[in-house]
């Protein structure tokens, strides 16, 4: 007969994966039980951008590194939505608990912080994914687009989910209220999704607005899941993966030690 655990032991192994896979699986279904809203609107306001850009360049105007300028945008505007919605999925899930006082419900189970960060960074992916699909299938042949290397796409896709879901960790964590994740969308993660090289080429900027594309981590998102996507990029698609990579690491690290004091999550 199997002798009781100790107080406090853990009872499940070094990694607590039935708890970690419950925590993924609640963040997904929460976006999935309003998917006219997490995934149906992200696809119309895709589709809207594409439509105002057509009618305001005119058909067969517009050319950007040997490519149509609607070409050119498509893998921009497809990943700046995933990224808003990686974000927007661990933000509000995370500051609701706060606000509603029960996320005392998310602390008490037997969860590390490393678990917890990996079930909501999950999550946020997870709608980042979801929103990836329907737009890449109905968006690339609409406009005609071969995607040249998918895997490398969404790598780099599943990559920036990444990283703009432990930002949207981050925020939640810090904000107290709504207002606060609001000001850090509209003011932080808004100018720097569209000043990203989402709609234009580095070489169409001047030398300072270029200098300053190169510190931002989405341009080498965005700028990565182009060369998936259509085989031409401002950069190199290495250098952009290896400081893709390396930003991801740090934000999840900075997540996981504010997880792991209960900075701003307990009383």
């Known amino acids: 007969m199997n002798e009781p655990s100790a107080m406090g032991m853990r009872r499940f192994g070094r990694i607590n994966w039935l708890g970690m896979k419950t925590l993924a699986r609640r963040e997904m279904q929460r976006f999935l039980s309003i998917w006219m809203q997490t995934i149906m609107a992200p696809l119309v306001t ?33 990943t700046m939505t995933v990224i808003q919605n990686a974000f927007a999925n661990t933000s509000s899930s995370l500051l609701v608990s706060k606000v509603q ?17 990996a079930g909501y960074i ?18 690339m042949p609409v406009l005609g687009i071969t995607v040249q290397s998918p895997l490398l796409a969404l790598l780099f896709i599943t990559l920036g989910a990444a990283l703009m879901a432990g930002l949207g960790l981050l925020a939640a964590i810090f904000a107290n209220k709504f207002d ?23 070489e169409a900027v001047p ?8 510190w931002n981590p989405i341009f080498y998102l965005i700028d990565g899941v182009r060369y998936g996507v259509l085989g031409i990029s401002d950069r190199s698609p290495l250098l952009g993966l290896a400081i893709l990579s390396t930003v991801t690491a740090i934000i999840i690290v900075w997540c996981w030690h504010w997880v792991r004091r209960g900075y701003r999550l307990k009383p």
Not at 101 to 117: C, H, K, Q, R, Y
Not at 184 to 202: C, E, Q, W
Not at 207 to 214: F, G, I, S
């Open 46 to 78: 895709a589709g809207l951008f594409l439509a105002i850009f057509s009618i305001a360049i005119g058909p067969g105007r517009g050319e950007v590194m040997g490519f149509s300028y609607l070409h050119f945008i498509a893998p921009g505007i497809l």
């Open 207 to 214: 030398p300072v607005m270029a200098h300053l594309l190169h």
């Open 122 to 139: 999950a999550g946020g992916v997870g709608r980042g994914l979801f929103v990836a699909l329907p737009i890449g299938l109905v968006m």
């Open 180 to 202: 606060q994740v609001a000001a850090i969308s509209n003011f932080v993660i808004t100018p720097l999704s569209f000043l990203s090289g989402t709609f234009y080429s580095v």
């Open 101 to 117: 006082g029960n996320i005392v419900d998310t602390l008490m189970p037997p969860l590390s912080a490393g678990e917890i960060v």
